[in-house]
């Protein structure tokens, strides 16, 4: 971990339950887009009314792409997560910032680490990009999307219409994969479910 990266914390509160979790890490990246308000942000996705609402006030312009529905598309034809990278054919530096969600968790690590290069060339410099990442002995095999609430509360849903596979990663590998970028900030819940801020150097 770079020696300027904050250590993950263990809360004593803010758990995630049936009813979501206040996000430690959310209030970071908005207030990074609140000092770009001529910024664009990529959100990758699933696409959800209450994250549109929430960022296209914050932001000059809101991109949505959902892969999650893209690789559930590829998927069902038989074809690998290769063939989403199309959908991220943007120009060098168009984002001031990227929200990942929990993309990675449903990526085998060569994929991983193609998201993460294409992420690097459409990341301006000092961009910001978020992720969140399962618990690593989290019970549900059923996938899940994050709903953005008041008060930075992310209610987390379940998505059994996303059939896609999970990958379960230690922090030091999830870290290691995103090692072109530098790790701002990182908090994990007692549930192991990890929240993480990056900024391209």
Sequence with gaps: MPRSAEPL?????????????????LPLFVKFLEDHPEGHLLDVGPVCGENIR????RV???????LFQRLCQEKSKGRSASHVWPDLNYPVGS???????????HLEDRDFTR?????????KPKGMLMLVARGEHEDSACSSCFAIGDGFRLLVRARPDLDLPLHHRH?????SVLSPFKLVKSFIYRSGLREFLFQHP
Aim: hydrophobic share 45%.
């Design 171 to 175: 922090n030091r590998d999830l870290i």
């Design 9 to 25: 914390l263990r809360p004593n509160h803010s758990d995630p339950d049936e009813g979501g979790y206040t996000s430690r890490i």
């Design 115 to 123: 998201l993460v290069e294409l992420c690097i060339l459409m990341l």
């Design 54 to 57: 929430f960022f296209a006030s």
């Design 60 to 66: 000059a312009k809101l991109y949505v792409c959902d």
């Design 95 to 105: 984002f001031e910032a990227i929200q990942l969600w929990n993309l990675g968790d």
